[in-house]
């Protein structure tokens, strides 16, 4: 299944569609994309798997699932071997903490943008995470309130997509 992240801010789940946020420069071409832009690349993206903060709780899912951990990181340096990829914290390298305080990263779902293989400087750390208060623009992800990303845990399978960029519907 193929869940639409529409740029006109909805994220459709099923026949519901949900408020969401993208990046602070917008969306741009996923050939366009470059590291550090704000913007979220638009295309389909399979979902890799869920990560959770453990003591924030695990909704039900289908999905493949990881608890991140207090040195949980993941690289964003175009020049280093683990660019795009999980890390441990600290790292000699450019690293995002995927242990927040803000509740951003309570739930993950990565995103299979520029992972396979990762190439510099393309974009990295892709995710769907939980949105800030008045869904204030990511650094180039998309995110949901936490109830509407319960509900796509509940809903989504393995193998299944997100679709960045779907256009609203024509009326």
Not at 44 to 49: K, N
Request: aromatic residues 8%.
């Amino acid at each position: 299944m193929i869940f639409e992240a529409r740029l006109d801010g909805r994220f459709l789940i099923g026949s519901c569609a949900v408020r969401c946020a993208f990046g602070r420069s917008g969306a741009l071409l996923a050939a366009d994309k470059r590291e550090g832009d704000g913007a979220t690349p638009l295309g389909t993206w399979p979902i890799r798997r869920l990560l959770y903060r453990p003591d924030r709780g695990l909704p039900h899912t289908a999905l493949e699932t990881a608890p991140i951990q207090p040195d949980d990181g993941w690289c964003d340096d175009p020049s280093d071997a683990a660019y795009n990829r999980p890390v441990r914290l600290p790292y000699l390298a450019s690293a995002e903490a995927m242990w927040r305080d803000d509740h951003l990263y309570d739930l993950v779902l990565v995103l299979g943008h520029n992972d396979d293989p990762p190439v510099a400087p393309m974009g990295s750390a892709i995710f769907l995470h939980l949105a800030k208060p008045e869904y204030a623009p990511t650094e180039g992800c998309v995110a949901l309130a936490r109830a509407d990303m319960e509900q796509l845990l509940a809903e989504v399978r393995p193998g299944d997509q997100i679709r960045i960029g779907a256009a609203p519907e024509q009326g």
